[in-house]
Structure formats: C-alpha cells, structure tokens
C-alpha cells in the first residue's frame, strides 16, 4: 500500500464522517422547522398556571435551596453507581499501568 493511497483511503473516510454530520444537521433543521407554536385557541389561563406552579411547590422532592438542590442526596444508589462505573475505570487504570510500566 503506498502512501498515495493510504491519502485517499483517509479522504474519503473523513468525507463519509462529514457526510453523516451533514445529514443529522439536515434531519435537525426539518424537524425545527416542523414545530410549531400553541394554537391560539388552547392558551393557558392564569388560573391553570397557578394551579401548575402549586403542584410543582407541593412536590416533596422539590428542594427551595439552592445548595441542596445542586448537590443532591448521595445514599445506597449513588454509591452503587459510582463503584458500578469506578471499579471498572480504576480496573482499566491498573492495566494500563501495568502495561506502561513494562515498556521502562
């Protein structure tokens, strides 16, 4: 295989990654121009978006503070998720190392 050609296997590998990007940007575009706004005859009233903002206030899981709401809770699910997603990183991070360290 001489350089050449390896040149123009490249090429015509990125002008395939380009035409993919292409198409999704297109299929993005038409579905944009697809929405549309809320009919006029089915706006909300001042009542109904009261009534939606006291539901989202009585929610228990609704936290005023601003601290809180950022950080979260961390029990049993969180620190299953994290060791569910560390252990095999820090098992990657081992055999990479040890494989570097063979190399010195």
């Not at 350089?3 to 944009?32: F, K, M, P, Q, Y």
């Not at 001042?46 to 005023?64: D, I």
């Not at 820090?90 to 570097?100: D, E, F, M, Q, T």
Request: hydrophobic residues 55%; without cysteine.
């Amino acid at each position: 295989m001489t350089v050449a050609s390896t040149a123009v296997t490249t090429s015509r590998g990125v002008a395939s990654d380009w035409l993919a990007r292409e198409r999704t940007l297109l299929i993005g575009l038409i579905a944009n121009l697809m929405v549309r706004p809320i009919k006029e005859e089915h706006p909300m009233t001042e009542e109904g978006l009261a009534r939606e903002r006291s539901l989202q206030l009585e929610a228990p899981h609704v936290v005023a503070n601003a601290d809180q709401a950022a950080r979260g809770s961390f029990d049993i699910v969180g620190v299953a998720a994290w060791a569910l997603v560390g252990i095999p990183f820090l098992i990657g991070v081992w055999i990479a190392l040890s494989k570097a360290a063979a190399l010195f």
